[in-house]
């Protein structure tokens, strides 16, 4: 069992950013603003991380030529954050606007897996090991205090194949895994000219294929690790 409960608070120096972009013609994008307008600006962040977190996990004691383990996790995430700008000289006429200011900012993020994995002895040399996690994760966004909720959910299951022979002075092995990261939610605060983007993108999944092998020489004095992998990602 976890909890987190962060609060944060940063100031950073946007100064030299804000004057330059400042003097640029509004033509190309800038402020247009004259030398003296601006002469100072900072920007003040402010969030808060709060996590809670629970895994449970059974194995098995070890005798035998099998071993297994199975469990579960549960994390529960919600973070907020907020920023605004602060510039000089104040008051001033020549920036009635927050150039850096954006509203509190909610992200969710409630989670789960199960997951089971048993290794098991085919001979005193030869292991396999076969595993599997699914995994499924409910998220949210709001942009900004009463802005509508957008919410996705991303789930995937994720097996994995080891395959392990020792041979004394050292092992050979074959490893195939599928990973999973989940998908988000776009910005779609664009200008009018522009399409906006689809609300959410989707998850990243890796499948990855190794086979390598370590060994020992000279009285365990060298170690050598030869490994050669493929990874197909979309």
Known sequence: TGRIDR???VAIDQSDFTI???LVPIAFGGLGLAPGDITEAVVFSEGQFER?????????NGDGPLNWVVGGTYIDDERQGSSFSV???TPTSALVFDLFGAPTTTNTSEFWTIYAQGDYALTDAVTVSLGARYFEDERSVQAAPGAPVRSA???SFNPRL???WDYGAGIVFFTAAKGFRSGGFNSTNVPPIFTPPPPTFGPEEL????VGTKRYLFADRLLIDLAVYYNDWS
């Open 207 to 210: 499948w990855t294929y190794e």
């Open 153 to 155: 959910t991303f789930d």
């Open 7 to 9: 609060e944060t608070s």
């Open 52 to 60: 809670f977190s629970q895994e449970f996990r059974l194995t098995s």
């Open 20 to 22: 330059g972009f400042s």
């Open 162 to 164: 080891n395959l392990t």
């Open 87 to 89: 510039t000089s000289p």
